[in-house]
């Protein structure tokens, strides 16, 4: 590809551009570190998009914007970072109690609580299991390099539109501060159009439209539920993304997402020239997450080991459990409030139990 045709950008950068190039003419969001590029990309870039941006005065205020803005029909969006994202949760249920399409872009900080401004992944069970009141999901995004949160963003405005729900861009701040060339060929990304035949553009000459999430009759809201249910069971079955690499005759698999795939996809790569039979599974969608090739590999006659690496105290790893349903031994090593995992400790820890092996 040209050189003209890369351009040097954060992941926080990368995500905003993607999102402006996916037709996102909508961004309310107040300043956190450390997603701000993020936001400050928006602040330059949305006028010249056509769109509006807004710095609102509180988390609280951005996702109730993004509400009022998606119920219109326009590609909306707000970013933040881990104490911010908690208080979304009430507005984000909203949106998915409206079936409204928004996309959320969460940089990960340390916690709990303030915490600190390095990188974690410890909001997994806030973006996979809910995070805030109800029976919803978000479909969950996890990229791991700038490139990918490019193009994830542009798939989160695409199935957010598609199945009427928040999509959760789930990254870091270390993806977020890293900068990579990115590659872009001509006007960028190929924007899908998806009617919106539900959307609040004035009622003359149809029935008026109504975005809500308040049912008090009663049986209406179990149904309504019902019905997200099978809206869910949908996404399950079709949207699980996932990468796999030399699976094939492998003693022990690596699993990991986001940053952390790129120093397991290290370890990987220097275990197998140690000559331990290493592969590696990296979850691209955490919400659905993939589980058909968890229990196809669990299926297999050899009893694997798993060896799950995370920048938490160990969330993800459940997930991995489950999909196993005990017929693989799995472990976790992880490093918590913004430690990270280095390549010799995932190498060490997995020539031990190999050894056991």
């Given at each position: 590809m040209a050189l003209k045709d890369k351009i040097l950008l954060s992941g926080n950068e990368a995500i905003a551009k993607g999102a402006l190039d996916a037709g996102c003419r909508f961004y309310a969001g107040y300043p956190i570190t450390p997603q701000n590029e993020l936001i400050a990309y928006m602040a330059r870039n949305m006028k010249e998009a056509g769109g509006v941006f807004i710095q609102s005065e509180s988390e609280l205020a951005a996702i109730n914007m993004v509400f009022g803005a998606s119920a219109t029909g326009t590609r909306a969006m707000t970013s933040s970072s881990s104490p911010g994202i908690s208080l979304m949760q009430e507005g984000i249920s909203y949106i998915a109690g409206a079936e409204l399409p928004a996309v959320i872009a969460n940089i990960m900080r340390a916690g709990p609580g303030l915490g600190n401004i390095w990188p974690a992944q410890s909001d997994y069970f806030q973006a996979t299991k809910g995070g805030g009141h109800g029976d919803y999901h978000c479909i969950v995004l996890a990229p791991s390099t700038v490139q990918e949160a490019y193009g994830l963003t542009a798939l989160a405005f695409d199935l957010a539109d598609k199945y009427k729900c928040p999509?959760?861009?789930?990254?870091?701040?270390?993806?977020?501060?890293?900068?990579?060339?990115?590659?872009?060929?001509?006007?960028?990304?190929?924007?899908?159009?998806?009617?919106?035949?539900?959307?609040?553009?004035?009622?003359?000459?149809?029935?008026?439209?109504?975005?809500?999430?308040?049912?008090?009759?009663?049986?209406?809201?179990?149904?309504?539920?019902?019905?997200?249910?099978?809206?869910?069971?949908?996404?399950?079955?079709?949207?699980?993304?996932?990468?796999?690499?030399?699976?094939?005759?492998?003693?022990?698999?690596?699993?990991?997402?986001?940053?952390?795939?790129?120093?397991?996809?290290?370890?990987?790569?220097?275990?197998?020239?140690?000559?331990?039979?290493?592969?590696?599974?990296?979850?691209?969608?955490?919400?659905?997450?993939?589980?058909?090739?968890?229990?196809?590999?669990?299926?297999?006659?050899?009893?694997?080991?798993?060896?799950?690496?995370?920048?938490?105290?160990?969330?993800?790893?459940?997930?991995?459990?489950?999909?196993?349903?005990?017929?693989?031994?799995?472990?976790?090593?992880?490093?918590?409030?913004?430690?990270?995992?280095?390549?010799?400790?995932?190498?060490?820890?997995?020539?031990?139990?190999?050894?056991?092996?």
């Open positions: 999509v959760i861009i789930l990254s870091d701040g270390m993806l977020g501060q890293m900068m990579e060339p990115l590659r872009v060929k001509g006007k960028g990304l190929r924007v899908k159009d998806f009617a919106k035949p539900w959307a609040l553009t004035g009622c003359e000459g149809r029935k008026p439209n109504v975005a809500k999430s308040f049912y008090l009759k009663l049986g209406e809201l179990e149904k309504f539920n019902l019905k997200l249910q099978e809206k869910y069971k949908t996404i399950n079955k079709k949207e699980q993304r996932y990468e796999k690499f030399h699976l094939d005759k492998a003693d022990i698999i690596l699993v990991a997402y986001g940053t952390m795939a790129r120093l397991a996809k290290q370890a990987m790569l220097d275990l197998r020239e140690k000559g331990v039979k290493a592969g590696l599974i990296r979850p691209v969608s955490l919400w659905p997450f993939p589980n058909g090739v968890f229990k196809n590999l669990a299926h297999t006659k050899k009893r694997l080991k798993f060896l799950c690496l995370e920048m938490s105290c160990g969330q993800m790893v459940e997930d991995v459990r489950l999909a196993l349903n005990g017929r693989a031994d799995v472990e976790f090593l992880g490093r918590a409030g913004g430690g990270v995992l280095i390549v010799e400790e995932i190498v060490n820890k997995a020539r031990m139990l190999t050894r056991k092996h």
